[in-house]
């Protein structure tokens, strides 16, 4: 993909080159010493991710980043954009398109994909997320651990039955309709501690 792009830009007579790399922390050196005007990053890098890679880019050079990546989930946009990216574009992208999108990163103009445009604009319109009790998160917890509703009872000295009422009063505040998605969606929205709830996901 790295080769396509390089071949792509480099006909365009605009645009010039200065570097290249396959992770993110390499990427953070060559923006520190090259100071290119952009720098192009995927989301998923080995050694340092696009998200830490854009945020101690933009934090520590001038470089404007544009992210352009295949993955268009809330989560990862809005990571992006809070990290400092300029833009973010979906691999999709025609070359004109891609083209056009740098130059407006260059003069410090935001550029979104059309699909991630929606996404956001979906994702203000909705309403504010009803948060969850204490005892709906502990029972959240729980199913994230992998427990049973009994185990869940058990755990937390509540009846089978109780607990089957949080957990329904946990889909319908988080909009999903089984245990596995309620459990991502909630780490999603940062409701749930990664460490202690990773292995469901």
Known sequence: MRAGLTALLAAEASIDIVGETEDGRAALELAKRLKPDVALLDLRMPVMDGVAATREITGRTTTRVLILTTYDTDSDIERAIEAGAMGYLLKDTTRDQLVEA?????????????????????????P?????????????????????????????????????????????????????RAVVVALDRGLLPRSRSEGPR
């Open 128 to 180: 504010e997320p009803i948060p969850l009790t204490a005892r709906e998160t502990d029972v959240l917890q729980a199913v994230a651990a992998g427990l049973s509703n009994p185990e869940i009872g058990r755990f937390l000295s509540i009846a089978e039955a109780t607990v089957k009422t949080h957990l329904l009063r946990i889909f319908a505040k988080l909009d999903v309709s089984d245990r596995t």
């Open 102 to 126: 740098i130059h407006s990163a260059a003069r410090g103009r935001t550029v979104l994909a059309p699909r991630v445009a929606d996404l956001l604009v979906a994702r203000m319109r909705r």
